[in-house]
């Protein structure tokens, strides 16, 4: 079969390798779609130097497919079904799993970080991920790339369950990109009154409008996003100001457009070696700010993100703006990386 491979930094390869067999109490799915990632994008120009990659290793991690083999052992599984499958592979005993914050396991592993993930023809699904829940069925209706962008969805509801989004409340995305526009997209689907939405790139806003997740756009460059927010609350601020753009500045801003007792999430990781912020913490003291992070998903998030796709509750398909053939994975991550696009998908000719 075919996949896609990372080597090293920039050192991305087509190539023949042996297909994989269902591993025992695992499963073999054929993949038929599966998004690039920003994720991808970063990791394949830092050659895969973080989160302990072993390379050369099969990357993407965004898949959806159909099981082509059941492994041995395997319970409630059947050959034909349409399947998406999670990512992080989490040990189930630590206080986090314990929890039921798998996604802060402290013993975790990754689909296409330790194990090869979803530019292929086929994928394994390990064992230990069919037994936690992460393999889940795709409900009917739902397309195949339209399935395959269910974990970053996944991750913006875990991000706004953090920020406790709820009826009628003013809500800031900064950054419209696909995970901007997905949180536009949830907020407006958990009650919010207003989505304001703020982005720096031209091109970027112009696709939001078109997508129209958000009631009121912003463009950074050229208007003040406070002024606006200002004006759209009388004066308050926003109840949820969420960062979903690899920027401190954005952090910053964020700060200074909740309202009282706001939720500020900084969902967007920064920049290694430019992760520090300097900030007046008295703004958050008196104004009783609650400012948190973001990071990964469990599995119910994917399981409600299919439910809410599959029920037209959010405009999913929306946001695939390319599904190109495996082969074509140079222009397809050219176009991620380009913020030309959304979501662009790889799909599997065979
Ligand atoms: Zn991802
Ligand atoms: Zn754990």
Redesign the pocket.
């Known amino acids: 079969m075919k996949a896609v491979r990372l080597y090293g930094a920039n050192d991305l390869r087509y190539e023949k390798v042996e297909k994989p067999a269902a591993p025992p109490g695992g499963l073999l799915v054929k993949v038929k779609a599966c998004a690039i990632c920003g994720s991808d994008v970063r990791n394949v120009a830092a050659g895969g130097s973080a989160h302990g990659f072993t390379l050369p290793r099969t990357i993407g991690h965004e898949i959806a497919g159909v099981i082509a083999e059941v492994g041995e052992g395997v319970q409630g599984y059947r050959v034909g079904q349409r399947v998406i499958l999670g990512v992080v592979i ?9 929890s039921g914050h ?1 996604n ?5 592993e990754a689909i296409s970080y330790q194990y090869d993930g979803g530019f292929a023809d086929y994928v394994a699904a390990p064992e230990i991920l069919v037994r936690q829940g992460g393999v889940l069925t795709i409900p009917e209706g739902l397309d195949f790339p339209t399935a395959a962008i269910t974990e970053p969805f996944s991750c913006a509801l875990n991000g706004q369950e953090l920020s406790r989004v709820g009826l009628g409340d003013t809500v800031v995305v900064i950054g419209a990109g696909p995970v901007g526009n997905m949180h536009a997209m949830l907020a407006r689907a958990e009650g919010a009154a207003r989505v304001i939405m703020a982005e720096l790139m031209p091109e970027r806003l112009a696709k939001a409008k078109e997508i129209g997740a958000a009631d009121i756009f912003v463009d950074s460059g050229r208007e003040d996003l406070k002024e606006v927010v200002m004006q759209a609350t009388g004066g308050r601020g926003a109840d949820v100001v969420i960062v979903a753009a690899p920027s401190g500045q954005a952090q910053l801003q964020a700060i200074g457009i909740a309202a009282k007792r706001g939720r500020v999430n900084f969902f967007g990781g920064l920049p290694k070696g430019r992760s520090e912020i300097t900030l007046d913490s008295n703004v958050i003291h008196y104004r009783e700010l609650f400012v948190h992070g973001t990071s990964d998903s469990t599995p119910i998030h994917m399981k409600k993100i299919l439910d809410l796709m599959a029920a037209g509750r959010l405009d999913a398909e929306r946001l695939v703006t390319k599904v190109l053939p495996l082969s074509k994975y140079r222009e397809g991550f050219e176009l991620a990386r380009s913020g030309a696009a959304l979501k662009v998908i790889l799909a599997p000719e065979a």
């Open positions: 989490f040990c189930g005993r630590c206080p986090y799993c314990l798998q802060q396991c402290e013993d975790k």
